[in-house]
């Protein structure tokens, strides 16, 4: 690789998320025993109520991620849209060339935002939109990138503006001898209506905190039978009445 993960531009995704999610694990260290009260608690935030968790989500299987937090009537109609829309967004990742997903954009916003998960600040523009997804055809640091997207909620700001929010898993290899990695990201993106469909103009990546992940990492380690010897002990200790079943 001729460059550095951290200095290469474009979208060097999951390997520059994943790297700063471990290295910021070394803050964990510095957490008192006094914030920490008992397990699911980690420091301050509570992740026995987190929306996702890896176990809910295997790699495979996207579309089977449980939304916990839509609680609303959905506009199925709009959400369909917004999955077909999408569903072709990941196909232009998959094609490996990354400056064709200015396609699914609108080209007459003036000022659009992109937002990526790795990214420290945001890309304002179409400069600095389209310098995230141009690669090198001559130093490719992406050996190979597969996306998937599942929409999880759309709603209309406007008769013809819309917002959709929902999940994306990618798989990547880069250039050189690190193994393949994946993860999953929340998206939002916000759509304005053209003659030729829904267009882009928003978007927006939105990566879990490291202390999510390492919950989610651990309960993901949990053995397939450890649920059925915890109820077991439950029946020896509890009336048969309060079971938890």
């Excluded at 070394?26 to 608690?41: K, R």
């Excluded at 690669?135 to 909620?153: K, L």
């Excluded at 209506?193 to 990546?205: A, D, F, K, T």
Aim: a negative charge.
């Amino acid at each position: 690789m001729s460059r550095s993960v951290c200095q290469s531009s474009g979208p060097n995704r999951a390997v520059v998320s994943g790297i700063g999610a471990i290295l910021s694990l070394t803050g964990l260290s510095s957490w008192g025993a006094g914030q920490c009260t008992s397990m699911p608690l980690i420091g301050r935030f509570d992740v026995r109520h987190l929306p996702i968790s890896t176990r809910e989500l295997p790699t495979s299987t996207l579309e089977t991620r449980q939304h916990l937090y839509v609680t609303e009537t959905p506009d199925a109609d709009l959400i369909a849209e917004m999955t077909s829309l999408f569903a072709a967004y990941g196909d232009l990742w998959n094609s490996q060339n990354f400056s064709r997903l200015k396609e699914l954009w609108d080209h007459d916003e003036e000022r659009p935002f992109y937002l990526p998960e790795e990214q420290a600040d945001w890309r304002t523009g179409w400069a600095s939109v389209d310098a995230y997804w141009a690669q090198d055809p001559d130093r490719p640091f992406i050996e190979a990138m597969f996306v998937r997207y599942s929409v999880s909620d759309a709603k209309y700001l406007a008769a013809d503006v819309a917002q959709v929010i929902g999940w994306l898993h990618n798989d990547m290899l880069m250039v050189g001898p690190a193994p393949a990695m994946g993860g999953d990201c929340r998206f939002t993106a916000v759509l304005r209506r053209r003659p030729e469909g829904w267009r882009i103009v928003s978007y927006v990546e939105a990566q879990t905190t490291a202390l999510a992940l390492v919950q989610q990492m651990y309960e993901k380690n949990v053995s397939p039978e450890f649920d059925e010897f915890r109820r077991a002990l439950a029946d020896k200790r509890t009336p048969r009445s309060s079971r938890d079943v």
